[in-house]
């Protein structure tokens, strides 16, 4: 209970310390995914599809913030068709649907128009994943989840615009995410609220 109630008054009191204030965001972007290796099974992994995300965070200062966000992808599709000794002839489709949290130091750089941006930090992400297989031995389905997580970066542009002491922002950025098996990044545009 302790440590709640010094959390709570940390963040009660980060206001003080902070030129900007608050940021809230939606963003929509194209979530790119190439596995490393080819599964005989599960086949290529590798699509292009569309992601949604919800982010925000704390601008400590006007060169500095710290930024959390949730993100999710489209399910990435993969197939593969071929024989098996046990299988014979089989095709098989899979799909994947990523699910990322992220938490990100954002470093930012002044100009007259907005800022530039760039961010590092750690991700986790939830892959779910179903499989559908035909093969000359019958069908089969299965579902599965897999996670992985690990280090992220971020570039950006953001416009910002605002009168009455409210600011609203329009961001273009590209993150990257470095999964185990493959690579993965989002292109991405994104609105944001500060307050």
């Known amino acids: 209970m302790r440590a709640v109630t010094v959390v709570l008054l940390a963040l009660i009191g980060l206001p003080a310390f902070g030129q900007e204030g608050m940021f809230v965001g939606l963003g929509l972007g194209s979530f790119d995914y190439k596995e490393s290796t080819v ?13 949604y995300k919800v982010y925000g965070g704390f601008e400590f200062h006007e ?9 999710r992808a489209d399910d990435v599709e993969g197939n593969v068709s071929g024989n ?9 489709t899979t799909r994947t649907e990523f699910t990322t949290t992220t ?4 470093g930012q750089l ?12 750690y991700f986790d992400t939830d892959a779910d994943i179903d499989l559908d297989l035909m093969s000359d ?27 009455f002491g409210t600011g609203y922002g329009v961001r273009l950025e590209y ?13 991405g545009v994104g609105i944001s609220y500060r307050f």
């Open 39 to 51: 599964d005989p099974v599960f086949g290529d992994r590798s699509d292009t599809v569309s992601s």
């Open 63 to 71: 060169h500095v913030a710290a930024e959390v966000s949730y993100s």
């Open 84 to 92: 098996d000794p046990f299988l014979g002839d089989f095709f098989s």
């Open 103 to 106: 938490i990100k130091v954002v």
């Open 110 to 121: 002044p100009r007259d128009w907005g800022v530039l941006i760039g961010g590092l930090g």
């Open 137 to 163: 031995a019958g069908a089969f389905s299965a579902s599965g989840a897999v996670s992985d997580d690990g280090l992220m970066a971020m570039l950006g542009i953001e416009w910002r615009f605002g009168r």
């Open 175 to 187: 993150e990257w995410w470095d999964v185990e098996d493959g690579d993965a990044s989002t292109i």
